[in-house]
């Protein structure tokens, strides 16, 4: 069970980028889901519940996967781009499903970059033990992400929309 979280769902057992897989699993579940609760009122709670949700998991199960897959950060364990894309999504201006969409495929390319460039304090962060240093480059590169995203949905979107 614990390899089918961290793994979310088996997606980081896919070849090569795991963690591309891992992010790309997360849009289309934050997608699934988008389409089955359409009201906008409960989006950022949701969203800000998986983030807390897989960043928690994602601690607690760290020092178990570290052990597990002989790695400091094993490939395999992707729960941590989950909580980085989804955090990349947190509040933004998602009016409509042409948006959430576009939004969706902005912010997994904004996110990927930023989670493998690793600017500055992610690459640092990483060196953390266990699920922490598994989890907070991520969630650095969501947070840089999400001002990305904000910045072009809420002053460029707007005008090509």
Not at 86 to 114: E, G, H, K, S
């Amino acid at each position: 069970m614990r390899r089918l979280i961290i793994t979310f769902f088996g997606s980081g057992y896919l070849p090569v980028a795991p963690g591309t897989w891992g992010s790309a699993a997360a849009c289309l579940c934050f997608l699934a889901l988008y389409l089955v609760i359409p009201d906008a009122s409960y989006w950022n709670v949701i969203t800000a519940v998986g983030v807390l949700a897989a960043s928690i998991t994602s601690v607690a199960l760290g020092r178990w996967a570290v052990k597990h897959f002989g790695k400091s950060d094993p490939g395999q364990f992707v729960l941590d781009e989950v909580a980085g894309q989804w955090l990349a999504m947190l509040a933004l201006p998602l009016a409509d499903l042409r948006t959430t969409i576009a939004a969706l495929v902005f912010q997994f390319f904004a996110f990927r970059v930023l989670d493998i460039i690793k600017p500055p304090p992610a690459r640092q962060l990483e060196r953390l033990p266990d699920g922490w240093g598994i989890l907070l480059d991520d969630l650095a590169s969501g947070i840089y992400a999400n001002v990305i995203g904000q910045v072009f949905f809420r002053l460029v979107w707007p005008h090509l929309a």
